[in-house]
């Protein structure tokens, strides 16, 4: 069964602290795997798609990376607008978005 | 704009009380799926869907069901809702199954 187990639970951040989320996955034959960002009350928002180990992608303060069993989400130099529940999910073999049970970020000004 | 939409965005209803949720795409999208989304359990799939007339059943479809008529909209229906469904639903949709979803804005379902 595809697996998902994002670290930490919560992370909270002065501004212009910059640091890393975790995603570790088990899953049979990735086919991709997704970050989300999630505002409250809100539906996910789409940030990445990575395909395969050593794959990087980036969009203004995030950077996100893949290995064959984990993937992080660099946040660098964070604002306060940054704040949200940071989702990690793949899809496998069966073709099913799994996902984890995400990071809350908290920064602070 | 491309988007995934769904309505209502708040629903408060009694147990034993049919009701649908819409949500429909205006993106061409052959896979459209629904989610539940709840404190501590996260994001789970209910139904999905791989093209019109053609769905399955997810992680947890008990009390739901669906169809798929149209390409692009696949409505959610509770026909006995119950308290534990009280969650806040997700609709989602992409070009084809195993590729990047994309969101609408949620519905906040309490069953009373």
């Known amino acids: 069964e595809d697996q998902v187990t994002q670290s930490p639970e919560a992370l909270r951040l002065q501004e212009g602290e910059s640091s890393s989320l975790n995603c570790s996955y088990t899953v049979s034959g990735l086919r991709g795997l997704f970050w989300y960002r999630q505002d409250p009350g809100k539906g996910p928002e789409f940030l990445f798609t990575?395909?395969?180990a050593g794959e990087e992608k980036e969009k203004e303060r995030l950077k996100a990376t893949l290995t064959k069993k984990e993937s992080f989400l660099h946040i660098t130099a964070p604002k306060p607008e940054d704040s949200a529940t940071y989702l990690c999910a793949v899809i496998g073999g069966a073709q099913k978005l799994v996902f984890g049970q995400g990071t809350r970020l908290t920064i602070n000004p | 704009e491309a988007q995934v939409t769904q309505n209502p965005r708040y629903l408060i209803t009694v147990t034993g009380k049919k009701l649908t949720v819409t949500c429909s795409q205006n993106?061409?999208?052959?896979?459209m799926s629904w989610y539940r989304q709840d404190p501590g359990l996260g994001l789970r799939q209910i139904y999905y869907?791989?093209?019109?007339?053609?769905?399955d059943k997810g992680d947890v479809p008990e009390g739901y069901k669906v169809s798929r008529k149209e390409k692009r909209n696949f409505p959610l229906i509770l026909e006995s809702p119950s308290p534990n469904q009280t969650s806040l639903y997700f609709c989602?949709?992409?070009?084809?199954?195993?590729?990047?979803?994309?969101f609408g804005p949620g519905t906040r379902l309490t069953v009373l």
């Open positions: 869907s791989m093209n019109v007339e053609v769905t």
């Open positions: 990575l395909y395969s």
């Open positions: 989602a949709s992409s070009l084809s199954s195993g590729v990047t979803q994309y």
């Open positions: 993106m061409n999208h052959e896979y």
